[in-house]
């Protein structure tokens, strides 16, 4: 049986201020936004991520294991500490991998593996 022919397309986001979020991948991805009618996306690359607001009286509350995981190559990695650092948020390096958090908590993985 031949495999569906099927790619990654984007990853969908809830943010308490979509525009603020979209603002920190923007400046972290060095993406640009773009709208598709309402909905408020971040191109970056062949990634999309497509932002969307919280619902009123939603809660953020993010199971653990929830995250965006992002290839990169390791000469990436130190222009993307230099921009996590001019954005105020934390990270941590752990195996070739480096994590932090969007303005809204979710985790954010850069993998620089083989």
Do not use: N, W
């Amino acid at each position: 049986m031949k495999p569906l022919d099927v790619r990654f397309d984007h990853v969908g986001l809830v943010a308490r201020d979509p525009a603020r979020t979209a603002a920190f991948y923007c400046t972290l991805l060095q993406g640009e936004e773009v709208y598709y009618g309402p909905l408020l996306t971040v191109q970056a690359g062949a990634v999309e991520l497509a932002i969307s607001p919280l619902a009123p009286g939603a809660s953020l509350d993010h199971p653990r294991d929830l995250h965006v995981g992002l290839r990169v190559p390791p000469e990436a990695l130190p222009a993307l500490k230099e921009r996590l650092a001019r954005l105020g948020a934390p990270f941590q390096e752990v195996d070739g991998r480096l994590y932090t958090r969007d303005p809204d908590g979710l985790t954010v993985e850069f993998d620089a593996g083989a």
